[in-house]
């Protein structure tokens, strides 16, 4: 038949980096705006990765800046340890090429797609090559490079290699200019601002056209480098399995001692007498049924969960308390860092924290801030495993409005920790509705939520408390005047029976018999820091406690004692004097205190 | 410094195998379940694409059944052209390697990734080759396969190689077995039924364990096969540009001329000139400030927008309503074809269908069923850009209710055909979010939706004047027999005022000297075909019209009279007989008659 050879000779490899270019979308290069942020966000996890692995604080410099219609450049520049000459072309010519990929440990990046996609973008749309200088320690020289992408080959083509004077010790500088209409400052602010709460070693700098921030680091401490482990039997399926035996020169229970994480001698022998296999045969000479049998009897034998503890790096929940408390005031906060758990053989742990009232907006939905592996994640909330969950709790159970999302002055933060982060596309948007995952964000959402509702109760209930004792003092003085007409005396001070009820620091200033005294009655359930301002045409020379400060001005004297007060006790000063004037109490909330002056 | 050159050893090329073996739910294999649907459904894509291809009337087979404990073997065979045996490694045994890639047209697979995905899983989990059998024409012989994929190097292992008999002419037969733990039927037939809606000339045989299915075709006619196209002036890139260039040894206007869609001499002319370049000029030779100047000239010259008519194949208004009409059995169908449109170059053409009522839930979310390419979506629907167009939609406004999606017993059907369907992942579950084809879905929707506001206003209007008529003719025998009363005279007939009123056909029978009258007054709005059935003692052998029908019973005559009665008109017939008995219209709705026996 004719056509099937004529179809033929359509047929044709396709080069992953034709591939990408032509679905860009997928490694977040749809729209220009995106572009930006998503060359920022890969270069910045490049850097804080390499800083992490050379354990020095990050400090990273942003540049935008606008060179010429619709062209911006983008600067990028670390204090990492820098890139080998030789690796350069390849970090940054070639798609699918890295360090982390085969690593079973917690990285930013971990495809080798990320900053050479972003190379391709620029040459796509501008046609300029991507500028990096890197310089690897004092005694090595700095090299500058100019590179794209052959699309056909997807190899490194090198436009250009020189030696270069830099000031910086060691690091990495890549400059990269495509096409695009907006400089993004917004998203790209909010993406920094994201990332340093969960980077509070990392220090990040930006240039904006002409203006200047600055993200300082809140911590001096390095976080720990995630270590790389093995596989954990229970994950691996057998095509791997296959292939690990075929590169292993080593026998049945070395290559299980050595080859997986958490088998010992003792069970690699249980796996192999399961498999009835000897412990002493060469894994290479197995046979493909030998190997099944392996397989099953590896799955079958129990193995403690894999270690998350050098693997994984969470933040931690002071950490995160700290992070928002930055960034956000509220009322409330909660964080929650879940146990390490696993999915397909690869170990995570979830985080999650949430916020209420304070600065949050009091209208719409909740405030949504996404992670992965301490990466914002900043396109495609809808189609997140996060978000989705945060939708499937129940949070009306927790007096939290609902309709899909929470609404609300709720702040939901997600923070999913892997060794293999599994996001829905390239481009590190969302993460895929793994099961496993999905019952960890939903278990830690609910016990956070367990906890935001007894906050909420408990400021409901003070709020019911204060009510009805705001009813009972409205009441109070009107029944003193009733009770001492009956009983013929003068009313009484009720004061302090109001300041008890509504736990109110009383201040009080009377005149007796040429003597004025003020009184402090700390009703609080607190001690508290205060200072009394008593403004009088008496200048208090006399004063049983001499006040901290004291001034006259037109005959009148401002006069200031400061004090701490203890709950439940009073404090008392006494001069001579005729009273009046004015009284007043700093240092305390307006609705935690009640100044009476009574000679007026 | 030490530590870069330690990071450098750990550098390393990634095989796009071994890419995707990792991140494997990016292609769809993400769960047992959706595997074995994302299998069928990439061997279903090629086998449509190659008939489609081939011209002939796609008869496709599948098969799933299980072989052992967790062990499915999905089977696929189609009678497409078959595949040259050299080309059967590549195509099933490379990720990235496919005839449809560098084409633009609308064909269902794209990327060169699908079926090669499903053999990777296969080895992966079952360890399993592939097996793959396939006949170019009745001259040549079928050959066998078993194929793998070198996960390192991406590249075809092909296992063993065979001559095979064969009693298919032409046609590719793939076996794919691997790890799942459900046959997933109900998700399969669902697949297969949308498949069928848009690929109305496919026939679909399906084995289910030990049940079989058949989706017939409705259609005789092959689909035309799109035609590739080339690249449009507006949509290219300067890097695509730069490459064009470096491979071209053609002078300027033929370099313009033959290798972009929509240009002629005169506008390439035009480009050259604006571009300050001499149309003699070797393409090859230009300098990258020449290219770019060129590539503003060609964006900026007015082209027309890419043909479609060749390069896509829309399913068409009235196949979609029949399609829907088949499956689905409602109240209001109406579907819209929009014109053709462009993105990024890429040309596109949305189609889109309501329906309303009949058998669909009257409860819960309206239905949706996404098409891309003539291929159904099954997965990710919170994730696709056609739900946000569907969600954004102000239902509203149509009298349909909403909450994010509209609701209540409504189809919402929208198909994207295009020579580059945006996916969001490579599994091609869900379209990205690209505004000018949101804007096509979202006009579609809007203009259906008034269309659908009308069907319901003209049902409810229907239905008021419905209410009002009934109310009045509930107080017409009343008024009638009081007026009858007044002025003395027997009561008069009311049936024909109820009749216009309600646009009902009335039926009634009399008796008077002697003589039997069946009347028959047709006054709906349209003209009706009925049958009258008259059964009494009287045998109407005189009757003016004789009946079609006659037949005796233990003296009672069943006389059968058919004909049609246009509306607003009146047929009768009379006989000689006593009368009574019974009366009985049939071929008209029971709501859209009366029958009234005067002699009762």
Not at 14 to 41: Q, W
Not at 123 to 150: C, D, M, N, Y
Not at 200 to 211: K, N, Y
Request: glycine share 6%; with cysteine; net charge neutral.
């Amino acid at each position: 038949m004719v056509l099937a050879e004529e179809l033929a000779k359509q047929q044709r490899s396709i080069s992953v980096a034709e591939f990408f270019e032509k679905n860009k979308h997928l490694l977040g290069f749809d729209s220009p705006t995106r572009g930006v942020i998503t060359t920022i966000k890969e270069a910045v996890d490049n850097a804080l990765d390499a800083c992490e692995e050379a354990q020095v604080l990050p400090d990273i410099y942003i540049s935008i800046k606008k060179t010429g219609p619709e062209i911006f450049r983008i600067i990028v520049e670390d204090n990492g340890p820098g890139i080998v000459p030789a690796q350069v072309p390849f970090v940054f010519g070639k798609l699918l090429y890295g360090s982390r990929f085969h690593q079973i440990r917690q990285t930013r990046g971990q495809q080798g797609i990320g900053i050479s996609a972003a190379v391709l973008y620029a040459q796509l749309t501008s046609g300029l090559p991507t500028v990096v200088i890197s310089r690897t320690g004092v005694k090595e020289q700095a090299h500058k490079f100019g590179i794209q992408i052959k699309i056909e080959t997807n190899e490194p083509d090198v436009i250009s290699e020189q030696p270069f004077e830099w000031d910086r010790i060691h690091g990495t500088r890549v400059q990269i200019e495509f096409k695009s209409t907006m400089s993004a400052k917004k998203k790209l602010l909010e993406y920094l601002r994201y990332t340093s709460i969960v980077n509070p070693h990392a220090r990040f700098r930006v240039e904006l056209d002409d203006e200047a921030f600055t993200f300082e680091r809140v911590s001096q401490e390095v976080i720990a480098c995630p270590v790389a482990i093995q596989p954990h039997p229970h994950g691996i399926e057998f095509g791997q399995l296959k292939r690990m035996a075929a590169a292993s020169d080593e026998k049945l229970i070395d290559f299980l001692v050595n080859g997986f994480s958490r088998v010992g001698k003792k069970t690699a022998q249980e796996m192999c007498d399961r498999a009835g296999l000897k412990v002493t045969a060469k894994v290479a000479g197995l046979s493909a049924d030998e190997l099944k049998n392996l397989l099953a009897a590896m799955q079958a034998v129990a193995v403690p969960a894999p270690p998350t503890s050098q693997c994984l790096s969470p933040i931690g929940e002071d950490l995160i308390r700290r992070g928002l408390d930055k960034e956000f005031q509220m009322d409330f906060v909660a964080a929650r860092t879940r146990p390490s758990s696993v999915y397909s053989g690869h170990p995570f742990v979830v985080e999650a924290a949430i916020g209420y009232g304070g600065r949050l907006e009091a209208e719409g939905n909740a405030t949504i801030l996404r992670f992965a592996n301490r990466v914002p994640l900043m396109y495609q909330q809808g189609a997140c495993a996060i978000t989705e969950c945060i939708a499937n709790v129940n949070w009306k159970s927790y007096n939290i409005s609902q309709q899909g999302l929470p609404l609300g002055p709720v702040l939901i933060l997600v923070h999913v920790a892997s060794t293999n982060v599994p996001f829905t596309s390239e481009s590190k948007d969302a993460i895929a509705d793994i099961p496993e995952i999905e019952k960890e964000i939903v278990l830690a959402l609910q016990d956070l939520g367990r906890e935001l509702k007894t906050f909420l109760s408990r400021r409901d209930r003070n709020k019911l408390a204060e009510d009805r004792a705001r009813a009972v003092c409205a009441v109070i003085p009107e029944i003193a005047a009733k009770v001492s007409e009956i009983v013929e005396k003068p009313v009484v001070d009720t004061t302090p029976i109001e300041g008890r009820l509504m736990r109110k620091l009383i201040a009080k200033k009377w005149t007796r018999d040429g003597k004025v005294t003020i009184e402090a009655n700390n009703y609080t359930a607190s001690d508290v820091e205060i200072s009394v301002y008593d403004i009088s045409a008496d200048n208090a020379a006399d004063a049983d406690m001499p006040p901290a400060f004291s001034t006259e001005m037109d005959g009148q004297f401002t006069k200031v004692w400061k004090m701490a007060i203890p709950k439940q006790t009073v404090w008392r000063v006494t001069y001579t004097g005729k009273g009046g004037g004015m009284l007043d109490i700093r240092g305390i909330e307006d609705n935690k205190k009640m100044v009476v002056d009574l000679d007026v």
